[in-house]
Protein backbone atom coordinates (compact mmCIF):
# COMPACT_ATOMS: atom_id res chain seq x y z
CA UNK A 1 0.00 0.00 0.00
CA UNK A 2 0.93 3.50 -0.88
CA UNK A 3 1.04 6.27 1.40
CA UNK A 4 0.63 10.00 0.17
CA UNK A 5 2.78 12.42 2.06
CA UNK A 6 0.45 14.87 4.49
CA UNK A 7 1.23 18.70 3.45
CA UNK A 8 -0.44 21.06 5.85
CA UNK A 9 -0.28 25.01 4.73
CA UNK A 10 -0.81 28.01 7.24
CA UNK A 11 -3.41 30.78 6.26
CA UNK A 12 -2.32 34.02 4.38
CA UNK A 13 -2.00 37.02 6.09
CA UNK A 14 -4.93 39.47 5.85
CA UNK A 15 -6.57 42.70 6.58
CA UNK A 16 -9.64 41.88 8.51
CA UNK A 17 -11.16 45.47 7.99
CA UNK A 18 -9.04 49.55 8.10
CA UNK A 19 -11.67 52.67 8.54
CA UNK A 20 -10.95 55.74 9.09
CA UNK A 21 -13.65 57.49 11.85
CA UNK A 22 -15.50 53.94 11.87
CA UNK A 23 -15.45 54.15 8.09
CA UNK A 24 -13.94 53.45 4.94
CA UNK A 25 -13.06 56.83 3.94
CA UNK A 26 -14.25 60.51 5.39
CA UNK A 27 -13.82 64.11 5.08
CA UNK A 28 -12.27 66.23 7.57
CA UNK A 29 -11.34 69.67 7.95
CA UNK A 30 -7.54 71.19 8.58
CA UNK A 31 -6.50 70.53 11.54
CA UNK A 32 -9.18 67.54 12.56
CA UNK A 33 -8.01 64.29 13.65
CA UNK A 34 -8.41 61.35 11.39
CA UNK A 35 -8.30 57.95 13.86
CA UNK A 36 -7.37 54.94 11.80
CA UNK A 37 -8.23 51.62 13.04
CA UNK A 38 -7.29 47.80 11.72
CA UNK A 39 -7.03 44.08 12.30
CA UNK A 40 -5.35 41.53 10.88
CA UNK A 41 -5.37 37.87 10.70
CA UNK A 42 -2.81 35.20 10.54
CA UNK A 43 -0.16 38.03 10.02
CA UNK A 44 3.23 38.94 11.61
CA UNK A 45 2.61 42.54 12.00
CA UNK A 46 1.60 45.35 10.06
CA UNK A 47 3.10 48.37 8.30
CA UNK A 48 0.95 51.58 8.22
CA UNK A 49 2.06 54.53 5.75
CA UNK A 50 0.67 57.70 4.66
CA UNK A 51 1.63 58.67 1.24
CA UNK A 52 3.35 62.11 0.90
CA UNK A 53 0.47 64.10 -0.86
CA UNK A 54 1.69 67.64 -2.16
CA UNK A 55 0.35 70.68 0.58
CA UNK A 56 -0.87 68.60 2.78
CA UNK A 57 1.06 68.21 6.62
CA UNK A 58 0.66 65.87 9.58
CA UNK A 59 0.81 65.08 13.55
CA UNK A 60 0.67 62.34 15.47
CA UNK A 61 -1.70 63.34 18.73
CA UNK A 62 1.30 64.32 20.71
CA UNK A 63 2.08 66.92 18.44
CA UNK A 64 4.90 65.73 16.97
CA UNK A 65 5.21 65.77 13.03
CA UNK A 66 3.80 62.20 11.53
CA UNK A 67 6.34 61.72 8.59
CA UNK A 68 4.74 60.79 5.07
CA UNK A 69 6.27 58.03 3.20
CA UNK A 70 7.35 56.80 6.60
CA UNK A 71 5.71 53.54 7.46
CA UNK A 72 5.17 52.52 10.94
CA UNK A 73 5.47 49.29 11.98
CA UNK A 74 4.85 45.98 14.48
CA UNK A 75 5.51 42.45 14.61
CA UNK A 76 3.57 41.57 17.01
CA UNK A 77 0.10 43.40 16.91
CA UNK A 78 -2.70 42.13 14.65
CA UNK A 79 -5.19 45.28 16.06
CA UNK A 80 -4.34 48.74 16.39
CA UNK A 81 -5.26 52.22 15.88
CA UNK A 82 -3.20 55.61 15.50
CA UNK A 83 -4.75 59.15 15.27
CA UNK A 84 -3.45 61.68 12.81
CA UNK A 85 -3.82 65.66 12.72
CA UNK A 86 -3.72 66.90 9.12
CA UNK A 87 -3.64 70.38 7.60
CA UNK A 88 -4.21 71.11 3.94
CA UNK A 89 -1.96 74.29 2.54
CA UNK A 90 -2.65 73.93 -0.89
CA UNK A 91 -5.60 76.47 -0.74
CA UNK A 92 -7.82 73.74 -2.54
CA UNK A 93 -9.98 70.64 -0.97
CA UNK A 94 -7.77 67.48 -1.47
CA UNK A 95 -7.55 64.23 -0.85
CA UNK A 96 -4.97 61.72 0.80
CA UNK A 97 -4.69 57.66 1.41
CA UNK A 98 -3.70 55.99 4.12
CA UNK A 99 -2.37 52.30 3.27
CA UNK A 100 -2.25 48.94 6.15
CA UNK A 101 -0.57 46.30 5.01
CA UNK A 102 0.08 42.82 6.78
CA UNK A 103 3.15 41.33 7.45
CA UNK A 104 3.55 37.25 7.13
CA UNK A 105 5.42 34.92 9.94
CA UNK A 106 8.87 36.80 8.84
CA UNK A 107 8.01 39.95 8.73
CA UNK A 108 7.86 40.14 4.93
CA UNK A 109 4.91 43.31 4.16
CA UNK A 110 2.42 41.30 1.62
CA UNK A 111 1.65 43.88 -0.39
CA UNK A 112 -1.26 42.18 -1.88
CA UNK A 113 -3.26 42.02 0.89
CA UNK A 114 -2.87 45.69 2.05
CA UNK A 115 -6.30 47.84 2.17
CA UNK A 116 -6.04 51.89 1.51
CA UNK A 117 -8.73 54.62 3.04
CA UNK A 118 -9.66 57.85 1.36
CA UNK A 119 -9.55 61.17 3.13
CA UNK A 120 -10.98 64.37 1.52
CA UNK A 121 -9.44 67.61 3.54
CA UNK A 122 -10.67 71.15 3.46
CA UNK A 123 -7.95 73.86 2.68
CA UNK A 124 -6.85 75.63 5.72
CA UNK A 125 -8.04 79.15 5.10
CA UNK A 126 -4.96 81.36 6.45
CA UNK A 127 -1.51 79.34 6.34
CA UNK A 128 0.25 82.54 7.02
CA UNK A 129 -1.09 83.58 11.01
CA UNK A 130 0.47 87.33 10.50
CA UNK A 131 2.67 89.43 8.71
CA UNK A 132 3.68 92.62 10.08
CA UNK A 133 5.76 96.32 8.81
CA UNK A 134 5.05 99.62 8.71
CA UNK A 135 3.03 100.94 5.69
CA UNK A 136 5.30 104.04 6.00
CA UNK A 137 9.16 103.92 5.18
CA UNK A 138 11.47 106.99 4.51
CA UNK A 139 13.67 105.84 1.47
CA UNK A 140 16.82 104.56 2.68
CA UNK A 141 16.08 103.29 6.13
CA UNK A 142 16.26 100.05 7.92
CA UNK A 143 12.47 98.28 7.68
CA UNK A 144 11.63 94.84 9.18
CA UNK A 145 9.10 92.89 7.87
CA UNK A 146 7.49 90.20 10.98
CA UNK A 147 5.37 86.98 9.99
CA UNK A 148 4.53 84.20 12.18
CA UNK A 149 2.16 80.81 11.42
CA UNK A 150 1.43 77.98 13.46
CA UNK A 151 1.51 75.04 10.24
CA UNK A 152 4.00 76.31 7.69
CA UNK A 153 7.39 74.71 7.34
CA UNK A 154 8.81 77.85 5.25
CA UNK A 155 7.90 81.07 3.36
CA UNK A 156 9.21 82.86 0.24
CA UNK A 157 8.93 87.16 -0.25
CA UNK A 158 8.13 88.44 -3.45
CA UNK A 159 8.37 92.23 -3.99
CA UNK A 160 6.34 94.10 -6.82
CA UNK A 161 8.23 95.35 -9.83
CA UNK A 162 9.00 99.22 -9.21
CA UNK A 163 10.89 101.61 -12.31
CA UNK A 164 11.96 103.99 -8.67
CA UNK A 165 12.68 101.76 -5.96
CA UNK A 166 15.42 99.51 -5.47
CA UNK A 167 15.17 96.87 -2.93
CA UNK A 168 17.83 95.69 -0.83
CA UNK A 169 18.27 92.75 1.80
CA UNK A 170 21.30 91.86 4.70
CA UNK A 171 19.93 88.53 3.95
CA UNK A 172 20.07 88.57 0.10
CA UNK A 173 23.81 89.24 -1.56
CA UNK A 174 23.42 89.47 -5.11
CA UNK A 175 22.44 92.84 -5.34
CA UNK A 176 19.38 94.22 -5.64
CA UNK A 177 16.23 91.94 -4.65
CA UNK A 178 14.74 90.90 -8.37
CA UNK A 179 11.19 91.56 -8.31
CA UNK A 180 7.49 89.25 -8.96
CA UNK A 181 9.15 85.83 -8.23
CA UNK A 182 10.17 83.93 -5.28
CA UNK A 183 13.73 85.81 -4.20
CA UNK A 184 14.94 83.24 -1.91
CA UNK A 185 16.71 79.98 -3.01
CA UNK A 186 16.32 78.40 0.33
CA UNK A 187 12.43 78.88 1.91
CA UNK A 188 12.62 81.48 5.06
CA UNK A 189 11.34 80.10 8.51
CA UNK A 190 7.64 79.61 8.56
CA UNK A 191 8.09 82.19 11.61
CA UNK A 192 10.07 84.90 11.89
CA UNK A 193 11.66 88.14 10.25
CA UNK A 194 13.57 89.69 7.30
CA UNK A 195 15.31 93.45 7.49
CA UNK A 196 14.91 95.38 4.33
CA UNK A 197 15.91 98.57 2.67
CA UNK A 198 13.69 100.80 -0.23
CA UNK A 199 15.43 103.58 -2.16
CA UNK A 200 13.19 105.45 -3.85
CA UNK A 201 14.07 107.85 -6.59
CA UNK A 202 11.56 108.90 -7.62
CA UNK A 203 10.10 112.62 -6.77
CA UNK A 204 7.21 111.63 -4.78
CA UNK A 205 5.83 109.31 -2.17
CA UNK A 206 6.29 105.74 -4.34
CA UNK A 207 4.25 102.10 -2.93
CA UNK A 208 5.92 98.48 -3.04
CA UNK A 209 3.75 95.73 -2.19
CA UNK A 210 5.27 92.66 -0.49
CA UNK A 211 3.82 89.29 -0.93
CA UNK A 212 4.51 86.39 1.59
CA UNK A 213 4.27 83.26 -0.51
CA UNK A 214 3.36 79.94 1.79
CA UNK A 215 5.77 76.89 1.03
CA UNK A 216 3.54 73.87 0.57
CA UNK A 217 6.69 72.16 0.00
CA UNK A 218 10.78 73.14 -0.60
CA UNK A 219 10.49 75.80 -3.03
CA UNK A 220 6.71 75.09 -4.09
CA UNK A 221 4.30 78.10 -3.19
CA UNK A 222 0.87 78.46 -2.68
CA UNK A 223 0.39 81.66 -4.16
CA UNK A 224 -3.57 81.76 -3.57
CA UNK A 225 -3.47 82.10 0.25
CA UNK A 226 -0.32 84.23 0.25
CA UNK A 227 -0.22 87.72 1.97
CA UNK A 228 0.63 90.90 1.14
CA UNK A 229 1.45 94.54 2.72
CA UNK A 230 2.08 97.59 0.63
CA UNK A 231 4.96 99.93 1.76
CA UNK A 232 4.58 103.54 1.19
CA UNK A 233 8.02 104.55 0.31
CA UNK A 234 9.20 108.28 0.61
CA UNK A 235 11.43 110.00 -2.00
CA UNK A 236 15.07 110.23 -1.81
CA UNK A 237 14.81 113.01 -3.52
CA UNK A 238 15.54 116.40 -1.62
CA UNK A 239 13.47 119.24 -3.10
CA UNK A 240 14.57 122.75 -3.72
CA UNK A 241 14.30 124.73 -0.74
CA UNK A 242 11.34 127.80 -1.36
CA UNK A 243 11.30 131.68 0.35
CA UNK A 244 7.69 131.38 0.58
CA UNK A 245 7.76 135.29 2.15
CA UNK A 246 10.21 138.17 3.23
CA UNK A 247 8.98 141.30 4.26
CA UNK A 248 9.86 144.39 6.06
CA UNK A 249 8.38 146.52 8.63
CA UNK A 250 9.05 149.29 6.12
CA UNK A 251 6.64 149.08 3.01
CA UNK A 252 7.81 152.76 1.09
CA UNK A 253 11.51 151.21 1.12
CA UNK A 254 12.88 154.90 2.41
CA UNK A 255 14.58 154.47 5.90
CA UNK A 256 16.16 157.06 8.20
CA UNK A 257 19.54 156.40 8.89
CA UNK A 258 20.00 154.50 11.97
CA UNK A 259 16.26 153.47 12.24
CA UNK A 260 15.91 149.89 13.06
CA UNK A 261 13.30 148.53 10.77
CA UNK A 262 11.67 144.52 11.17
CA UNK A 263 12.40 142.02 8.74
CA UNK A 264 10.25 138.73 8.48
CA UNK A 265 10.79 135.50 6.41
CA UNK A 266 9.56 132.17 5.79
CA UNK A 267 10.69 129.25 4.14
CA UNK A 268 9.51 126.12 3.43
CA UNK A 269 11.81 122.63 2.55
CA UNK A 270 14.53 124.26 4.19
CA UNK A 271 16.84 123.95 6.83
CA UNK A 272 16.42 127.28 7.56
CA UNK A 273 17.80 130.61 6.19
CA UNK A 274 20.67 133.77 5.71
CA UNK A 275 20.98 136.81 4.38
CA UNK A 276 23.01 138.50 1.76
CA UNK A 277 23.35 142.38 1.75
CA UNK A 278 25.04 144.13 -1.31
CA UNK A 279 28.11 146.13 0.05
CA UNK A 280 28.20 149.89 0.00
CA UNK A 281 31.35 151.69 1.69
CA UNK A 282 28.53 154.48 3.08
CA UNK A 283 26.57 151.95 4.82
CA UNK A 284 27.14 150.66 8.06
CA UNK A 285 24.76 147.84 8.65
CA UNK A 286 23.35 146.13 12.06
CA UNK A 287 21.40 143.13 13.01
CA UNK A 288 20.23 142.23 16.18
CA UNK A 289 18.57 138.67 16.48
CA UNK A 290 17.65 137.40 20.15
CA UNK A 291 19.14 140.55 21.51
CA UNK A 292 22.53 139.99 19.80
CA UNK A 293 23.45 142.46 17.75
CA UNK A 294 26.34 142.02 14.80
CA UNK A 295 27.76 143.57 11.65
CA UNK A 296 26.74 141.01 9.09
CA UNK A 297 29.56 140.61 5.98
CA UNK A 298 28.26 141.70 2.60
CA UNK A 299 27.95 140.18 -0.93
CA UNK A 300 28.36 137.09 0.75
CA UNK A 301 26.66 135.06 3.48
CA UNK A 302 25.81 137.43 6.18
CA UNK A 303 25.67 135.79 9.01
CA UNK A 304 27.87 132.82 11.12
CA UNK A 305 24.42 131.03 12.36
CA UNK A 306 22.02 130.16 9.97
CA UNK A 307 18.58 131.58 10.88
CA UNK A 308 15.41 129.91 11.69
CA UNK A 309 12.90 128.75 9.05
CA UNK A 310 10.81 131.56 9.87
CA UNK A 311 11.04 133.97 12.14
CA UNK A 312 12.32 137.66 12.40
CA UNK A 313 15.12 140.20 13.30
CA UNK A 314 15.21 144.01 13.58
CA UNK A 315 17.91 145.97 10.73
CA UNK A 316 19.38 149.22 10.88
CA UNK A 317 21.26 150.54 8.11
CA UNK A 318 23.45 153.93 9.34
CA UNK A 319 24.63 156.20 6.50
CA UNK A 320 27.73 158.56 6.63
CA UNK A 321 27.28 160.55 3.27
CA UNK A 322 25.19 163.33 2.34
CA UNK A 323 22.84 161.76 -0.07
CA UNK A 324 20.50 158.72 -0.10
CA UNK A 325 21.99 155.41 -0.50
CA UNK A 326 20.88 152.47 -1.90
CA UNK A 327 20.98 149.14 0.16
CA UNK A 328 19.38 145.34 -1.08
CA UNK A 329 18.98 142.45 1.30
CA UNK A 330 18.21 139.03 0.00
CA UNK A 331 16.60 136.23 2.31
CA UNK A 332 18.24 132.76 0.59
CA UNK A 333 16.53 129.98 2.39
CA UNK A 334 19.39 126.51 3.38
CA UNK A 335 19.48 123.57 1.09
CA UNK A 336 18.58 120.13 3.28
CA UNK A 337 22.07 119.06 1.45
CA UNK A 338 24.05 122.16 2.87
CA UNK A 339 24.65 124.96 1.25
CA UNK A 340 22.08 128.09 0.57
CA UNK A 341 20.21 128.81 -2.72
CA UNK A 342 20.07 132.51 -3.38
CA UNK A 343 18.35 131.79 -6.41
CA UNK A 344 15.08 130.59 -4.58
CA UNK A 345 15.25 133.41 -2.31
CA UNK A 346 13.61 137.19 -1.90
CA UNK A 347 14.92 140.68 -2.57
CA UNK A 348 14.41 143.90 -0.63
CA UNK A 349 15.84 147.04 -1.87
CA UNK A 350 16.14 150.63 0.40
CA UNK A 351 17.06 153.66 0.10
CA UNK A 352 19.11 155.15 3.08
CA UNK A 353 18.37 158.78 3.75
CA UNK A 354 21.35 160.70 4.62
CA UNK A 355 22.30 161.65 8.08
CA UNK A 356 20.21 163.92 9.32
CA UNK A 357 16.81 163.39 7.02
CA UNK A 358 13.66 162.59 8.50
CA UNK A 359 10.49 161.24 6.90
CA UNK A 360 7.54 163.40 8.00
CA UNK A 361 4.15 161.53 9.01
CA UNK A 362 2.19 163.23 5.68
CA UNK A 363 4.64 163.25 3.01
CA UNK A 364 7.30 160.61 2.09
CA UNK A 365 9.84 162.86 1.05
CA UNK A 366 11.98 162.93 3.19
CA UNK A 367 13.22 166.88 4.90
CA UNK A 368 16.84 167.28 5.08
CA UNK A 369 18.29 168.89 7.55
CA UNK A 370 21.17 171.64 6.51
CA UNK A 371 24.33 170.00 6.56
CA UNK A 372 27.59 171.48 6.59
CA UNK A 373 30.24 169.76 3.84
CA UNK A 374 33.41 168.67 5.56
CA UNK A 375 34.85 169.51 2.47
CA UNK A 376 34.37 172.98 0.94
CA UNK A 377 32.11 174.21 -1.72
CA UNK A 378 32.40 170.27 -2.25
CA UNK A 379 29.68 169.14 -4.85
CA UNK A 380 28.07 165.29 -5.66
CA UNK A 381 29.77 164.44 -8.79
CA UNK A 382 27.95 163.50 -11.96
CA UNK A 383 27.84 160.20 -13.46
CA UNK A 384 30.59 159.67 -16.15
CA UNK A 385 30.39 157.52 -19.09
CA UNK A 386 32.20 154.39 -18.54
CA UNK A 387 33.39 151.32 -21.14
CA UNK A 388 32.08 148.20 -20.20
CA UNK A 389 34.84 145.56 -20.54
CA UNK A 390 33.94 142.92 -17.93
CA UNK A 391 32.06 139.39 -18.45
CA UNK A 392 28.87 140.20 -15.80
CA UNK A 393 26.77 137.76 -14.62
CA UNK A 394 24.44 137.17 -11.63
CA UNK A 395 26.62 137.41 -8.20
CA UNK A 396 29.27 139.71 -9.46
CA UNK A 397 30.06 142.45 -7.34
CA UNK A 398 31.74 145.09 -8.84
CA UNK A 399 32.27 149.27 -9.83
CA UNK A 400 30.98 147.76 -13.18
CA UNK A 401 28.33 146.18 -11.97
CA UNK A 402 27.51 149.89 -10.26
CA UNK A 403 27.51 151.52 -13.70
CA UNK A 404 25.76 149.28 -15.26
CA UNK A 405 22.71 149.57 -12.93
CA UNK A 406 23.03 153.80 -13.25
CA UNK A 407 22.78 153.07 -16.87
CA UNK A 408 20.04 150.83 -16.89
CA UNK A 409 18.32 152.64 -13.87
CA UNK A 410 17.67 155.82 -16.74
CA UNK A 411 15.11 153.22 -18.01
CA UNK A 412 11.83 152.87 -15.75
CA UNK A 413 10.52 150.11 -18.47
CA UNK A 414 13.36 148.03 -18.09
CA UNK A 415 14.85 148.86 -14.52
CA UNK A 416 11.86 149.90 -12.31
CA UNK A 417 13.76 148.76 -9.24
CA UNK A 418 16.30 151.72 -9.62
CA UNK A 419 18.54 149.96 -7.13
CA UNK A 420 22.12 150.83 -7.39
CA UNK A 421 24.71 148.71 -5.25
CA UNK A 422 27.17 147.28 -6.73
CA UNK A 423 25.69 143.21 -6.95
CA UNK A 424 24.37 141.67 -9.92
CA UNK A 425 21.01 140.38 -8.18
CA UNK A 426 17.77 139.11 -9.38
CA UNK A 427 16.65 142.41 -10.26
CA UNK A 428 19.73 143.45 -12.51
CA UNK A 429 19.35 140.21 -14.26
CA UNK A 430 16.02 140.53 -15.24
CA UNK A 431 16.94 144.31 -16.46
CA UNK A 432 19.71 142.78 -18.87
CA UNK A 433 17.12 140.55 -20.17
CA UNK A 434 14.67 143.23 -20.91
CA UNK A 435 17.68 145.12 -22.68
CA UNK A 436 18.33 142.19 -24.47
CA UNK A 437 14.99 141.40 -25.75
CA UNK A 438 14.40 145.18 -25.97
CA UNK A 439 17.05 145.52 -28.99
CA UNK A 440 17.00 141.70 -30.01
CA UNK A 441 20.14 140.87 -28.61
CA UNK A 442 18.86 137.53 -26.45
CA UNK A 443 16.10 135.70 -25.73
CA UNK A 444 14.62 132.89 -23.92
CA UNK A 445 16.60 129.78 -24.58
CA UNK A 446 19.67 131.48 -26.55
CA UNK A 447 23.33 131.76 -24.77
CA UNK A 448 24.08 134.69 -22.87
CA UNK A 449 20.59 135.58 -22.10
CA UNK A 450 20.35 137.41 -18.71
CA UNK A 451 24.00 137.75 -18.59
CA UNK A 452 26.31 140.53 -19.77
CA UNK A 453 28.62 139.20 -22.52
CA UNK A 454 30.18 140.61 -25.82
CA UNK A 455 27.43 141.28 -27.85
CA UNK A 456 24.95 142.88 -24.82
CA UNK A 457 28.81 144.74 -23.52
CA UNK A 458 28.68 146.06 -27.55
CA UNK A 459 25.45 147.23 -27.42
CA UNK A 460 25.58 148.97 -23.49
CA UNK A 461 28.94 150.61 -25.12
CA UNK A 462 27.26 152.02 -28.35
CA UNK A 463 24.04 153.18 -26.19
CA UNK A 464 26.49 154.55 -23.76
CA UNK A 465 28.39 157.48 -26.06
Known amino acids: MCVLPFAASAANPSVQYFTVNNSSSASINSGQVASFSWRTADSGGYSF ?12 ADGSAFVCDT ?38 DISGARQDVSISITALTEPIESMTGTTTIASA ?36 LPCNTPIFVSD ?20 IVLTLLPAMAPNTY ?17 PDPITTSFTSSETLGRVMSGAPITLSWLTERSSGANLRISCNDNITTTITID ?19 SGSATISFANKNYTTEPITIILTPGRKTGGFDATRGKELSFSV ?19 VPTTPNSTTPS ?35 AVISGYFGPATERAIKRLQVKYSVASIGVAGYGTVGPKTRALLNSLNK
Open 49 to 60: VIPCTQGIKFKK
Open 71 to 108: PVTSTATATDYIEISAWNLSGATKSFTARITPKDASGA
Open 141 to 176: APYTLSWSSSFLDGVNLSISCSSTIRTTSPSYTNGF
Open 188 to 207: LAGSGSLNLVFDNSAPTTND
Open 222 to 238: NGAQAKTLTVSVETNVV
Open 291 to 309: SASSTPKCNTIALDTTLPV
Open 353 to 371: LPKGAVLTPSSTTPAIAPI
Open 383 to 417: LSKILFTRYLVRGSSNSEVRALQEFLAKDKVIYPE
